[in-house]
């Protein structure tokens, strides 16, 4: 497994802009397809974007097409998320997760997960 720490999280207005970072440590990385997750208070944690290996393939949850963009730097065992036009609805904790499977969704496909940073979009 590899482990994972999330970092860039904090206060924004709505239309604001964050960039969110999840560092790796193994030499590992670019075996695992990159995944962010997040959890709102009292919902369930969902999925937001999945990036490949090489980091040519990516797939968005439709809430956040257009806004939010993902890329990884494998020589930095790093992967990150651009996250623009913010609306208080993104408001939650982000999780970075890592999975070995093909084509990952699910919270179950990913078998290392990060302590999570918060953000919060005010209105």
């Known amino acids: 497994q590899v482990q994972l720490v999330e970092s860039g999280g904090g206060l924004v207005q709505a239309g604001g802009s964050l960039r969110l970072s999840c560092a790796a440590s193994?030499?590992?990385?670019?075996?695992?397809?990159m995944g962010w997750f997040r959890q709102a208070p009292g919902k369930e944690r969902e999925f937001v974007v999945r990036?490949?290996?090489?980091?040519?393939?990516?797939y968005f949850t439709n809430s956040v097409k257009g806004r939010f963009t993902v890329s990884r730097d494998n020589a930095k065992n790093t992967v990150y998320l651009q996250m623009n036009s913010l609306k208080p609805e993104d408001t939650a904790v982000y999780y970075c997760?890592?999975?070995?499977?093909?084509?990952?969704?699910?919270?179950?496909?990913?078998?290392?997960w990060g302590q999570g940073t918060q953000v919060t979009v005010s209105s």
């Open positions: 997760a890592a999975s070995s499977k093909w084509g990952p969704l699910a919270t179950t496909d990913f078998s290392s």
């Open positions: 193994g030499r590992t990385f670019s075996t695992y397809v």
């Open positions: 990036i490949g290996r090489t980091g040519g393939i990516t």
